[in-house]
């Protein structure tokens, strides 16, 4: 059973930058994709990015080149760069195991104006 710890969340002015890290406690390298979402209060949980175990990335439009996702498959860490933080994307940030459908408990990101 896979188990996701994120990491990494905090308070930053915008135009700043955090670097979230996901722990799993299984292998990562064997998963197909993991994917970063995101949760604002009042919203729904919405998709932020995804990586493939192939290394294909995806990104919603709200944080194309500015936020990066990335695997460290020796230390079965997922990462999630996010430079030229914006106010709105304070969240709930949540670390997800697409093939076994598992959740981290998420780590809250405050970006202030």
């Known amino acids: 059973q896979v188990q996701l710890v994120e990491s990494g969340g905090g308070l930053v002015q915008a135009g700043g930058s955090l670097r979230l890290s996901c722990s799993a406690s299984?292998?990562?390298?064997?998963?197909?994709?993991m994917a970063w979402h995101r949760q604002a209060p009042g919203k729904q949980r919405v998709l932020v990015a995804s990586?493939?175990?192939?290394?294909?990335?995806y990104y919603a439009d709200s944080v194309k080149g500015r936020f990066t996702i990335s695997t460290d498959n020796a230390k079965n860490t997922v990462y999630l760069q996010m430079n030229s933080l914006k106010p709105e994307d304070t969240a709930v940030y949540y670390c997800?195991?697409?093939?076994?459908?598992?959740w981290g408990p998420g780590t809250q990101v405050t970006v202030s104006a």
């Open positions: 997800l195991s697409v093939d076994t459908s598992t």
């Open positions: 990586i493939s175990r192939l290394g294909y990335t």
């Open positions: 299984g292998i990562i390298a064997s998963m197909n994709v």
